[in-house]
């Protein structure tokens, strides 16, 4: 992806989310993918997908059951 659209991604999720911490960074030899870190710490890959002249991104993000808190007595 080249710099501009990295930068328009980062602007768009800092919107979306409302949060400044959000940035967009290259992935080293990927030329379709970027990372997605929040104060610094990773959560996430975008996929750019073009197919008959239309573009999109992919946002891909895993959350561990393990990072999730414990669910209340009341919902388990």
Do not use: C
Request: no cysteine.
């Amino acid at each position: 992806m080249t710099r501009g659209e990295i930068w328009r991604l980062e602007k768009y999720l800092r919107n979306l989310f409302r949060l400044d911490t959000i940035t967009v960074v290259e992935r080293p030899n990927q030329a379709d993918s970027v990372e997605v870190h929040v104060a610094g710490e990773f959560i996430g890959i975008i996929f750019k997908d073009e197919e008959d002249g239309d573009v999109s991104y992919a946002f891909q993000m895993a959350i561990l059951e393990m990072d999730l808190p414990p669910a209340p007595a009341s919902r388990s």
